[in-house]
């Protein structure tokens, strides 16, 4: 019955928004107003826009992008958006409903083009067939490598540029700087997980958030979920991830925070793994918490695989 009353305001405001006019340069009085689909993307907009850009998001810290229901005061905000920024890759499937629903006219800007995709991963299907990806083709969640991070960057800095031209050198010389940030995170990155012995650099995760950095960095993700958090992952799919980490000897499993940890504690529980705390892969955590950044989210994840990963 919600789910129906969401829909129908949403097709309110769809005629209601639908009469405003096209998208013009912001003015130079105020602020752009930005729009991003999540908080990861909320965060960098916000490190290439300063004090000329106010940020908001449609799923905040520590919410899943993957299952947004938009409501009513999504499409206002995107109604009265300059700018909108999208992940793009499949991982927004609500979004082409509500930016219909909004009517709005600011342009939208695909933060991951340019970005070479991977496929999504099934390590976990176990003969069981395709569970968890639904429509995903790709993974999306490209983040996951700081090298991804540098195109978004330059997508929003070109974005911002575009709407509002008077202050693109600021903008340029914002994602300059953010970049430098970027390349000090990626050598930490790679110096962090080199100090891991090979054989160690495995991990179990509530789902399968974390292919790029596998692929990237050189660790190996193995999760009961897809790339998609949509549906839950199977008892059958449960119990193949814990003979997997007996026979593997996986040291870690490690809870995400946009999901239910109590599956992951089962799977330590049973298989002798280690709980290796919290990682962040879809959500920053709240502003005061440990991944209230993207360079923040990416150093806390460093320290907990670290602190599991190094032998004791």
Not at 41 to 67: E, I, N
Not at 159 to 186: I, K, M, N, Q, W
């Amino acid at each position: 019955m919600a789910r129906t009353f969401r829909i129908a305001a949403l097709a309110i405001l769809s005629l209601w928004f639908g009469s405003a006019g096209p998208a013009s340069a912001a003015p130079q009085d105020r602020p752009v107003r930005a729009v991003a689909t999540f908080s990861i993307l909320g965060d960098l907009v916000r490190q290439v826009g300063g004090s000329r850009v106010t940020v908001a998001t449609l799923v905040g810290p520590d919410s899943d992008a993957h299952g947004l229901s938009p409501s009513p005061a999504d499409a206002r905000k995107l109604a009265e958006a300059d700018i909108v920024f999208v992940n793009g890759l499949g991982l927004e499937g609500w979004f082409d409903r509500l930016i219909r629903a909004s009517g709005t006219r600011a342009p939208v800007v695909v933060a991951s083009a340019g970005v070479k995709p991977i496929p999504a991963q099934d390590e976990h299907a176990h003969g069981d067939g395709d569970h968890g990806h639904g429509d995903h083709a790709v993974d999306p969640h490209a983040w996951q490598d700081v090298a991804n991070v540098r195109i978004y960057v330059a997508n929003i800095r070109d974005g911002l540029a575009e709407v509002d031209p008077a202050h693109a050198d600021a903008y340029r010389a914002a994602a300059a700087a953010y970049l430098a940030e970027l390349d000090a995170l990626e050598r930490d990155v790679r110096a962090a997980i080199a100090r891991i012995p090979p054989e160690r650099r495995r991990i179990i995760t509530t789902h399968d958030a974390f292919g790029y950095f596998a692929a990237a960095y050189g660790l190996r993700f193995i999760a009961p979920q897809g790339v998609s958090t949509d549906s839950e992952a199977s008892p059958r799919d449960v119990a193949a991830i814990i003979r997997q980490i007996r026979k593997e000897r996986v040291p870690a499993v490690f809870l995400e925070n946009i999901s239910d940890p109590r599956q992951m504690q089962q799977i330590a529980r049973e298989s002798g793994a280690r709980v290796g705390g919290k990682v962040y892969s879809d959500a920053l955590s709240a502003p005061d918490g440990p991944a209230a950044t993207y360079l923040d989210l990416m150093r806390s994840n460093l320290k907990a695989f670290d602190a599991a990963l190094m032998p004791g």
